[in-house]
């Protein structure tokens, strides 16, 4: 009784085979010893092959793809606070560099405050007196300025050049978060 | 049109809801993971790949088909992610087949083996020997195991990821474990 080829015991194992060829082969394997101990080994091999131990990945991975897919909405802060140094530090350099001391700005906000309701002529009031403040600060840091240009002609260039590249560093950095896209990450 | 639990969850996903996309991800990541470690044999490159599929997954979820089941569709992407990976990388080093040597050399010497042989060892430690041993049969007989047993996917699935005729793939798969037999048998393991 010649012994059954490998691929028939394992289709037989899979329940591939037709059911008349089916008993002819659980006949041979009843009878061929050899047979027997290679269907066992197979059907031991197919057991251990259908419960895979899953491999786990890292804790951090899901979070990780999550973050890239879907960028956390805190950004938005982040883009407001850097608008407005941006804003803050551009007006400001202006200012100390023109020395824009004209007050046409505050007596136009009196104007129309003067023709409002009084909480809103509290609240520009409130604005009127920063801004004197702010314009208080301006004019010092003008000064400071004038002087520093009188002595060292060359500093005011270089304070210039670097009040731009800081300006030019706070939107660089602003519209870096704005265009943000999801990026490979290396853990 | 009656959605399955992935269905659902990819219905969800395109609505705008990222808990359902983090869901569907819990659910397959330890498969699919499975799937590429033993693919790449390497630790670091299966993480870059299982986000790179999560990522295209995502960004290719609007042309799902919802006709089709999702894991075969998934599945694909997957495997073609893998075979392009290793055709660009060629990492593929030895592996078992006909003409190979055996794995023993390389599983005694992570301590697989023990010495008295295998007739000692646990159904874990067998186990985690025949699995040791599908990472190193060659990859045409590797891939197929995986996505029979880690996928566990149907061979006409296989077929239709792999794009091989299901005759060939049960072929192959039947090769696989007679070559797996074989190196059993010469590590003195009963199979």
């Known amino acids: ?187 | 049109m009656i959605l399955d639990e992935d269905q659902a969850l990819i219905r969800k996903t395109l609505q705008g809801d990222k808990k359902a996309f983090e869901e569907l991800m819990r659910k397959y990541e330890k498969r699919i993971f499975s799937f590429v470690i033993r693919m790449v044999r390497n630790e670091e490159v299966a993480i870059d790949l299982t986000q790179d599929f999560f990522i295209k997954v995502f960004n290719v979820l609007d042309k799902y088909n919802f006709e089709y089941k999702f894991s075969t569709w998934a599945y694909r992407i997957c495997y073609n992610l893998v075979i392009d990976h290793i055709r660009k990388s060629q990492a593929l080093v030895s592996s078992l087949d006909d003409d190979s040597v055996s794995s023993r050399e390389m599983l005694s010497s992570e301590n697989v083996v023990s010495h008295d042989g295998f007739k000692n060892l646990s159904r874990e430690e067998t186990s985690a020997y025949i699995w040791k041993l599908v990472e190193n049969i060659a990859p045409k007989y590797r891939e197929l195991i995986l996505l029979r047993y880690i996928q566990e996917l149907k061979y006409e699935e296989i077929a239709e990821i792999t794009a091989l005729p299901v005759g060939t793939i049960k072929n192959r798969i039947f090769k696989a474990k007679e070559i797996l037999k074989r190196e059993m048998e010469k590590d003195g393991l009963p199979a």
């Open chain 1, 1 to 187: 009784m010649a012994c059954l080829p490998d691929d028939k015991i394992l289709s037989y194992l899979d329940g591939e085979i037709k059911s008349i060829e089916q008993s002819l082969i659980r006949d041979h394997l009843l009878l061929c010893a050899n047979c027997r101990r290679k269907a066992e080994g197979y059907a031991e091999m197919n057991k251990i092959l259908a419960q895979p131990a899953l491999s786990q990945p890292p804790a951090w991975l899901v979070p990780r793809i999550m973050k890239r897919l879907y960028p956390e909405i805190h950004s938005y802060a982040s883009i407001a606070a850097l608008i407005a140094a941006s804003f803050v530090f551009f007006v400001s350099w202006i200012y100390i560099y023109f020395d824009f001391s004209s007050n046409s700005l505050i007596q136009a906000l009196r104007l129309t405050a003067d023709r409002t309701s009084n909480w809103l002529v509290d609240a520009i009031k409130g604005i009127s007196a920063v801004y004197s403040s702010v314009q208080a600060v301006f004019k010092a840091c003008n000064a400071f300025l004038g002087v520093l240009l009188t002595t060292r002609p060359g500093a005011g260039a270089l304070i210039i050049a670097f009040l731009l590249a800081f300006s030019g560093l706070l939107l660089w950095a602003m519209i870096r978060l704005l265009l943000r896209k999801p990026r490979e990450e290396k853990h």
